[in-house]
């Protein structure tokens, strides 16, 4: 017979592969502030992957930005450094619903001081080559992008598309990037009124309001460590995830925020559901102690209260469920719920009949089903944080060790109970003890045929059956 651990084993790997995957994703960083009120705020999404150029001897840095907007009005501006002084600045605006279909403008400025950026020339780039190899409108797709198609006043939204490359990024002689910074500062302004006669690039600007962060301009904070791309090749235009707010980004130096630090609580908690309390009462229903079964649904119990108030605030900090980890997520939810009221009904049922039924099979393999989706949305979470590769395949190491874990103790109790016979010192119990089940019989993850063993009252037989003392108590 084939160990149960095999098919685990299996989707371990499996979840061990998909956390590989996350080491070449580039880094986001995004401000969902799009609405239709007095309090709209700005509303970007900005990509970043770096990539060494041997040709060059230099690093190439690629920009994928996405801004939403519903009307002609404004501009939104990016720009690298923690000061307009010395930042190579990506302004973006236009009108989406034009008639003459014309792109979104992108003007590429500097400045060597705090007032109006002007556009960038061959001789302010120090060897630097910028190039804008993508500037387009696109219509939102709810289902898709971060925002509503359309405004409360029925008006509709756009999002302007823009890829830039930047070659030999290193030789900007203004404010300096260090490509193996794990916390990079960028800057971004917003102006949300300007009427513009021409979208020409060389524009005049009005200024941004004045209020940092919730104004008109701010900062944030890029590993572009975690940025390099490991390709052989040049890589495409960073994608832009929808829903998922920071990547490898910050708001402020070292990542603490609020938004970050109830972004490692949900973590602490699913973690400490899925990798401690629901393996531990797995382990707990297969120990062979005679209170195996209340320590295995109060494990479930503290588990399930860790998952549903995890969701919770998950849900209570994302913008938008549109990712797979948002899914996942729910389903789990769901699930952890489902599995409450199967395993309750498999106790009722149990009482009643003596043996197994449709509840406790249910209970079995809903359980490796909501494991393993488990499982992964760790390193699902992991990866949308922006966690380095190091804790990633931490996790997904542990995450491979404790399958194996415990479905060979699972595999191992069930052959010592198959194993175990009847020993010499069974006593003769009366017939009520012939009415109860063993801890064995009440409740495995193992395959289906231990069901062998099942109690012989469920065959219609009057005869009293034979107890281990052991196990009557």
């Given at each position: 017979m084939q160990p149960l651990y095999w098919p685990i084993l299996r989707a371990a790997t499996l979840v061990f592969i998909f956390a590989s995957r996350a080491v070449s994703e580039p880094v986001q960083y995004c401000r969902f502030g799009h609405e239709d009120s007095p309090d709209a705020t700005i509303d970007f999404c900005l990509g970043i992957s770096t990539f060494f150029n041997s040709s060059s001897n230099n690093q190439d840095l690629y920009m994928s930005i996405h801004v939403t907007k519903s009307s002609a009005l404004g501009w939104t501006a990016l720009g690298t450094g923690s000061m307009m002084a010395g930042s190579l600045m990506f302004i973006v605006y236009g009108d989406p619903f034009s008639s003459e279909l014309n792109a979104p403008a992108v003007s590429v400025r500097t400045i060597d001081g705090?007032?109006?950026?002007?556009?960038?020339?061959?001789?302010?780039?120090?060897?630097?080559?910028?190039?804008?190899?993508?500037?387009?409108?696109?219509?939102?797709?709810?289902?898709?992008?971060?925002?509503?198609?359309?405004?409360?006043?029925?008006?509709?939204?756009?999002?302007?598309?823009?890829?830039?490359?930047?070659?030999?990024?290193?030789?900007?002689?203004?404010?300096?990037?260090?490509?193996?910074?794990?916390?990079?500062?960028?800057?971004?302004?917003?102006?949300?009124?300007?009427?513009?006669?021409?979208?020409?690039?060389?524009?005049?600007?009005?200024?941004?309001?004045?209020?940092?962060?919730?104004?008109?301009?701010?900062?944030?904070?890029?590993?572009?460590a975690r940025a390099v791309a490991k390709d052989i090749l040049a890589p495409l235009s960073p994608p832009i995830r929808p829903g998922v707010a920071t990547l490898g980004a910050w708001d402020i130096p070292g990542g603490w925020s609020w938004r970050n630090s109830f972004a490692r609580f949900h973590g602490f908690i699913m973690s400490a559901a899925f990798l401690l309390c629901f393996p531990a009462g797995v382990v707990a229903m297969r120990s062979g102690s005679s209170k195996s079964f209340r320590y295995h649904w109060i494990l479930q119990l503290i588990a399930s209260t860790l998952v549903l108030v995890g969701v919770a605030i998950g849900l209570l900090r994302a913008h938008k469920i549109s990712s797979p980890h948002h899914y996942i997520g729910l389903i789990v939810a769901l699930l952890s719920l489902v599995q409450i009221w199967l395993g309750w009904r498999h106790h009722v049922l149990f009482v009643r009949i003596k043996q197994r039924q449709?509840?406790?099979?249910?209970?079995?393999?809903?359980?490796?089903?909501?494991?393993?989706?488990?499982?992964?949305?760790?390193?699902?979470?992991?990866?949308?944080?922006?966690?380095?590769?190091?804790?990633?395949?931490?996790?997904?190491?542990?995450?491979?060790?404790?399958?194996?874990?415990?479905?060979?103790?699972?595999?191992?109790?069930?052959?010592?109970?198959?194993?175990?016979?009847?020993?010499?010192?069974?006593?003769?119990?009366?017939?009520?003890y012939a009415l109860e089940a063993t801890r064995d019989d009440y409740f495995a993850i193992a395959p289906d045929d231990d069901d062998e063993s099942e109690l012989e009252s469920s065959n219609g037989s009057s005869k009293p059956v034979k107890l281990h003392k052991s196990d009557a108590e």
């Amino acid at each position: 017979m084939q160990p149960l651990y095999w098919p685990i084993l299996r989707a371990a790997t499996l979840v061990f592969i998909f956390a590989s995957r996350a080491v070449s994703e580039p880094v986001q960083y995004c401000r969902f502030g799009h609405e239709d009120s007095p309090d709209a705020t700005i509303d970007f999404c900005l990509g970043i992957s770096t990539f060494f150029n041997s040709s060059s001897n230099n690093q190439d840095l690629y920009m994928s930005i996405h801004v939403t907007k519903s009307s002609a009005l404004g501009w939104t501006a990016l720009g690298t450094g923690s000061m307009m002084a010395g930042s190579l600045m990506f302004i973006v605006y236009g009108d989406p619903f034009s008639s003459e279909l014309n792109a979104p403008a992108v003007s590429v400025r500097t400045i060597d001081g705090h007032h109006q950026p002007h556009l960038l020339s061959s001789s302010d780039t120090g060897g630097a080559e910028i190039r804008v190899v993508k500037a387009e409108w696109a219509s939102v797709d709810s289902a898709k992008d971060n925002s509503q198609s359309k405004t409360s006043n029925g008006n509709s939204v756009s999002v302007a598309e823009v890829a830039i490359i930047c070659y030999s990024f290193t030789k900007w002689p203004g404010s300096p990037i260090d490509m193996d910074a794990t916390a990079q500062p960028w800057i971004w302004a917003w102006n949300k009124h300007q009427e513009f006669d021409t979208f020409a690039d060389v524009v005049h600007l009005d200024v941004h309001e004045h209020h940092a962060e919730t104004g008109g301009w701010g900062r944030f904070y890029v590993d572009m460590a975690r940025a390099v791309a490991k390709d052989i090749l040049a890589p495409l235009s960073p994608p832009i995830r929808p829903g998922v707010a920071t990547l490898g980004a910050w708001d402020i130096p070292g990542g603490w925020s609020w938004r970050n630090s109830f972004a490692r609580f949900h973590g602490f908690i699913m973690s400490a559901a899925f990798l401690l309390c629901f393996p531990a009462g797995v382990v707990a229903m297969r120990s062979g102690s005679s209170k195996s079964f209340r320590y295995h649904w109060i494990l479930q119990l503290i588990a399930s209260t860790l998952v549903l108030v995890g969701v919770a605030i998950g849900l209570l900090r994302a913008h938008k469920i549109s990712s797979p980890h948002h899914y996942i997520g729910l389903i789990v939810a769901l699930l952890s719920l489902v599995q409450i009221w199967l395993g309750w009904r498999h106790h009722v049922l149990f009482v009643r009949i003596k043996q197994r039924q449709w509840a406790s099979h249910g209970h079995i393999w809903l359980g490796r089903v909501f494991l393993l989706l488990g499982w992964t949305n760790i390193i699902t979470g992991l990866f949308l944080t922006g966690r380095g590769w190091s804790l990633i395949s931490l996790a997904a190491s542990y995450i491979s060790i404790a399958a194996v874990a415990v479905s060979s103790w699972v595999w191992y109790a069930t052959r010592q109970r198959k194993q175990r016979g009847h020993p010499q010192n069974w006593e003769e119990e009366s017939p009520l003890y012939a009415l109860e089940a063993t801890r064995d019989d009440y409740f495995a993850i193992a395959p289906d045929d231990d069901d062998e063993s099942e109690l012989e009252s469920s065959n219609g037989s009057s005869k009293p059956v034979k107890l281990h003392k052991s196990d009557a108590e």
